[in-house]
Each structure stands twice: as structure tokens, then as C-alpha cells.
């Protein structure tokens, strides 16, 4: 019996918390992300998380897209986004209009001896621990992009087996639409 083990590389933490985040409500129909895609490719956007959900309403789904790419291009990006059908809005949402959120699940390599220290870093991050074997554990963490890239940096002295992130989730403050 063999064991597959894959490791995210580089191994030092990935930066998602830069860019900016936009929130695309959509009809839930086939080949909207497709046709979304092809606009930011078209202007050189890099997308760095990609959530969808299904909205209350199954007709309508809600896209969550971190993106990098030059900021002189993200009005025209929106107003691109905005016109596509099935398209209802697409709007940019920065940590003043919004609470963002991500999830993380950090798969460590540790042994007994060095769980302890383990165990502290997750709880002082606000973490809980999923899974413990003699060899390893994993633990999730979540929070804004930044406070899981800590997290992420904290862990690096142990071996970081995997890492799994959900991407960013975001919602628009107050009685603002999202």
C-alpha cells in the first residue's frame, strides 16, 4: 500500500490579502464563470480566489473573485463584468464598505515534542485543531487574508505538509447590497 503525499511549493506563505475583491451577483446558469473569466484574462488580471455559491434564491448565484492585476484597469474590469449577460451587478468591496472572511486548513508534520508548540500557535490564532496523529495534525484557521498568512508564517517552522484555503468571502456592511 502507497501513500501519496503532495506539498503545496514554495512552501513560505502565499499573500492573498492584497488586490481587491469583487462581489458578482449572477444568475446560476452554465458558462457564467466562463464568460467572467474571459474579461479579467482579456486585461491581465490574475484571479487569486474564486468562491460561488448558490444565493437564497437557486436562480441566482453569488461570485466572490480576489483579484491582482493594474488598478488603472479594475473600473474598466466592472464596467466589463456589469454588461455580460447574466450579469445582475458586480461591485468592488474594500475592508471599510465590508467583512471579509477566509477559512484555512494547515496540514504539520510535527512530533510529540513539538505539538505543544503547535497547539499554541493555533490557539493564539484562533484556531482549532481538526485532526491529531502521532506524526501530524491539522488545524484550521480562520479569519481576514492577513491573519491566516500569519498563521501560515508561524507554522513554517514546522514541515507544512498542505495547505487548503476556501478563498475569500465578503459582505457588503449595514443595509448596503452585497
Known sequence: MSTIVTTDTPQEPVTTGSGHTLSIFVNNEPGVLMRI?????RRGFNID?????????????????????????LEQIIQQV????????????????????????VKLKCSPEERSQALQITEHFGGKTVDLTPT????????????????????????????VRTGKVVMARGEQAT
Do not use: W
Open 49 to 73: 480566489s474564486l468562491v460561488v455559491s448558490r444565493g437564497r434564491n437557486a436562480r441566482y448565484s453569488r461570485m466572490t473573485i480576489g483579484i491582482s492585476g493594474d488598478p488603472d484597469g
Open 136 to 163: 501530524s495534525m491539522i488545524v484550521t484557521i480562520h479569519g481576514a487574508s492577513k491573519k491566516i498568512d500569519s498563521a501560515i508564517g508561524m507554522f513554517g517552522q514546522f514541515e507544512i505538509i498542505e495547505t
Open 37 to 41: 473569466c474571459q474579461v479579467f484574462s
Open 82 to 105: 456589469s454588461k455580460l449577460i447574466d450579469v445582475i451587478h458586480c461591485f468592488e468591496h474594500t475592508s471599510h464598505d465590508s467583512v471579509t472572511r477566509e477559512l484555512c486548513l
